[in-house]
């Protein structure tokens, strides 16, 4: 979330509360786990006053299915196919993407319904987005979104056809915000900038939300909130955390949420975001690699494809040209999945999932870069392209799995960047596309 400008505020932080008390059990009161979880509800809309405090996003999501199936005695819970929610047993159960899918049995309860994608989607237009930044697509809706209709009809048949009736549980979404329960492990903490809290903006309050990775800068840390009567569920039995709401960790907390009030960052966020969204719009209008751009504050992503009519995304070939390119530029560009080694067949299309990061300084040494990406001779780099005219299969000479490739530059950068830092980046992906040519 922060660069090395700020980290320090945390470092000092953590190394007081260390010669003070360095861990307890969450069974134990201190007043740390009092002063954030109160700071924490403070930010929070509504009557969502119950804190839990754990480790991870995987973690605070299987926590949450718990609470809604304790408090609603009911069992299936409804999420959006290509949703991520976590790699625990049954938080997997929710995640509709084949990459993360083991050969064995799913745990039960679980019902996908359509994403509602406008740019690749059955349905959608260039009305459709709460975003600086709109598709190509042209909008068929006349006084009613139709797009919105369309997708809730969707998610409407696959109640009637697979759920029993009267059994949702719960309905899991991020940002865009369900019946029971939002997923902010990536949008909360001002990083959409106009709300503190991406499903905000939605003019929604969910009855649970989860929260992760910008939550503590890094640190384990991740918390559920939720209204207290829903929380009263969880006394049907003994509930507590080893390490969730340890001193540590609610030490970093604290210090991140004033970092964030202190220096202005949801601010930062919409002002620097909506700038960079703006000019990868710019982008998108030159270059025809460039297929959607989408996004709000400095939670963006940018599609890259091979045609612009078909939305055809780009080769691996290619886009491992263009990642190594931005990363020498000094853009830092991390692959998901081990060691960058996903992939897999969707929909007869491949996706190269990436999340855009940066260094805490673009005139990083090329030695710093190089040694934070795994050398070609390492286990799962792409050494071999079989491609057919339909659709391609990549070759990997030490691995049989087929998981997820994903053509979306995820660009989730420090909420302290400035301007320069957006006009380096944009900057390096112009060069890109001119490279891959």
């Known amino acids: 979330m922060f660069q090395y400008i700020n980290f320090r505020k945390i470092t000092d932080a953590v190394f007081e509360q260390m010669q003070t008390l360095g861990h307890v059990s969450n069974v134990y009161f201190h007043s740390k786990i009092h002063e954030y979880s109160k700071r924490l509800a403070e930010t929070l809309p509504g009557n ?16 949450a299915l718990l609470m809604a199936r304790a408090y609603t005695g009911r069992f299936e819970v409804a999420s959006l196919r290509n949703g991520y929610h976590g790699m625990t047993y049954q938080t997997m159960g929710m995640v509709s993407n084949n990459c993360y ?16 994608n406008v740019y690749r989607g059955l349905w959608g237009g260039n009305k459709c987005r709460d975003s600086p930044v709109q598709t190509d697509r042209t909008c068929s809706c006349n006084e009613e979104c139709e797009a919105g209709l369309r997708y809730v009809e969707q998610f409407e048949e696959e109640l009637i056809n697979n759920v029993p009736k009267n059994n949702i549980a719960a309905f899991w979404a991020e940002s865009t915000t369900g019946r029971w329960r939002n997923h902010t492990v990536q949008t909360g903490f001002g990083r959409t900038g106009d709300h503190f809290w991406g499903f905000e903006m939605h003019g929604i309050i969910p009855d649970i939300v989860t929260m992760a990775k910008g939550i503590g800068n890094g640190f384990p840390l991740a918390a559920v909130a939720t209204t207290p009567e829903i929380a009263q569920a969880l006394t049907k039995a003994s509930h507590f955390n080893t390490f969730g ?65 078909t939305r055809e995304p780009v ?29 897999c067949f969707h929909n007869e299309y491949n996706y190269l999932h990436l999340h855009l990061m940066y260094s805490a300084t673009k005139h990083l040494s090329q030695p710093f870069l190089r040694q934070r990406t795994q050398p070609k001779a390492a286990a799962g780099v792409f050494e071999e392209y079989d491609i057919d005219t339909d659709k391609f299969q990549t070759k990997f000479a030490n691995s049989e799995n087929y998981n997820v490739l994903e053509d979306v530059l995820r660009i989730k950068p420090p909420m302290c960047i400035t301007k320069e830092d957006a006009d380096f980046t944009v900057e390096v992906l112009e060069e890109a596309a001119k490279y891959v040519g």
Do not use: H
């Open 48 to 63: 969502l006053k119950s804190i839990y405090l754990v480790n991870s996003g995987s973690e605070a999501n299987d926590l």
């Open 315 to 343: 080769s691996p070939q290619i886009f491992m040209k263009f990642w190594e390119y931005c990363r020498d530029r000094g853009v830092i560009i991390g692959k998901g999945g081990l060691n960058g080694n996903v992939r």
């Open 101 to 116: 899918k083991y050969p064995v049995p799913s745990a039960a309860g679980f019902v996908k319904t359509m994403n509602p």
């Open 245 to 309: 709401g340890n001193p540590i960790g609610c030490t970093v907390g604290i210090a991140v949420l004033d970092i964030i009030e202190e220096e202005n960052l949801q601010e930062n966020c919409i002002q620097v975001g909506t700038y960079l969204l703006l000019e990868l719009a710019k982008l998108k209008s030159k270059y025809t690699i460039f297929g959607d751009v989408r996004g709000k504050g400095l939670m963006i992503g940018v599609e890259l494809v091979s045609n612009s009519e």
